[in-house]
């Protein structure tokens, strides 16, 4: 399974980014997740959403985030407003279900003026 991140770049503070994640197969039966790492830093889970929709997100990007998923297309997103210099990380997709994990190759977040 192949997981194609994209979106990141350089934003300024409050502005808005939306990240993609394209799966090689059908994400309809997975939590589909957004995590980042930030220099120095552990992985930590962003956002995530079961197959039946509900979501769940870290306290810190509660408001501001908001995870999406489109099973036809087989494609995750994640829409960040109001970014802040602690948003900054390389973000990763995730697709997990049971003992099958696997992982994006990460997409680079910048908050910087």
């Known amino acids: 399974v192949q997981l194609q991140a994209s979106g990141g770049g350089l934003v300024q503070p409050g502005g808005s980014l939306r990240l993609s994640c394209l799966a090689s197969r059908s994400i309809s039966s997975f939590v589909m997740g957004w995590y980042r790492q930030a220099p120095g830093k552990e992985r930590e889970l962003v956002a995530r959403i079961t197959p039946g929709g509900s979501t769940e997100y870290v306290d810190s990007v509660k408001g501001r985030f908001s995870i999406s998923r489109n099973n036809a297309k087989n494609t995750l997103n994640l829409q960040m407003d109001g970014l802040q210099s602690d948003d900054t990380a390389v973000y990763y997709c995730?697709?997990?279900?049971?003992?099958?994990?696997?992982w994006g190759q990460g997409t680079l977040v910048t908050v910087s003026s």
């Open positions: 995730n697709m997990g279900r049971g003992f099958l994990n696997y």
